[in-house]
């Protein structure tokens, strides 16, 4: 499973929106990855930025701070979709 996928399986359990470090131990406790490098955290955290544009139901919350990110201040959730006819 890539951490892409792993992100969206977490994100998709979870009650709230959840920073990277958080998607990243949740998906490390669940073993849906198996990291290799020592940084695990950076990978996640590059994988949701790259896709966040591209994928619509990724959303990316911040509370920007005189311009600039605030570490913590990015949360990751998944934009709910309702089906008309169900």
Do not use: C, F
């Amino acid at each position: 499973m890539t951490y892409y996928e792993a992100a969206l399986q977490v994100l998709r359990s979870a009650q709230d929106p959840l920073t990277t470090p958080e998607i990243t131990d949740r998906a490390i406790a669940r073993r849906l990855i198996t990291p290799r490098g020592d940084t695990p955290h950076a990978t996640m955290g590059a994988e949701l930025y790259l896709r966040v544009r591209s994928d619509s139901e990724l959303v990316k919350l911040e509370t920007p701070e005189n311009g600039r990110a605030k570490k913590g201040s990015v949360r990751w959730t998944l934009r709910h979709t309702t089906n008309a006819g169900s």
